[in-house]
């Protein structure tokens, strides 16, 4: 594994692979993993996660953290080290 695949990072910084497999983190709603789905152009789907843990989906504002999943890694136990990172949208 390299380092950024166990290292949390801003969803707002850089986005996963279209389809690629992610941890996924919220302060509300911990870590869950899942699949990160794209569709840029169409404005009633913009960069979701499609939950596998439990249907339906989160976007990256209640998740605001993610990390490669390459499928063998355990469930990350660190949280980031902030709530949310510094490039989260305000107001």
Known sequence: MTA???Q?????DKQPEDGQG????????????????S?????????????H???GF????TAPWWMIDDGVMDRPTKKPSRPVPPDYPSG
Do not use: M, T
């Open 58 to 61: 989160i976007d990256r504002l």
């Open 39 to 51: 569709s840029p152009g169409d404005p009633a789907e913009l960069d979701v996660i499609l939950k």
């Open 22 to 37: 992610i941890w996924y983190y919220g302060h509300s709603i911990g870590v869950g993993c899942g699949e990160y789905c």
């Open 53 to 55: 843990e439990s249907l």
């Open 4 to 6: 950024i695949e166990n």
């Open 8 to 12: 949390w990072i801003s969803f707002f």
